[in-house]
């Protein structure tokens, strides 16, 4: 699905989720777990 973003504001709400970013794992008032993480460089 595109959607357009133009003259839009994009973010990341308030509090501790800035600490995740460019790219992170968060659970809200929960527990997580992640496994099997990999990455590759994109062409």
Do not use: C, H, W
Request: net charge positive; charged share 20%.
């Amino acid at each position: 699905m595109d959607v357009a973003i133009q003259g839009r504001e994009i973010g990341l709400r308030r509090g501790d989720i800035g600490l995740s970013s460019p790219l992170g794992f968060a659970s809200y008032n929960s527990t997580g777990a992640v496994r099997g993480v990999g990455y590759r460089v994109l062409k």
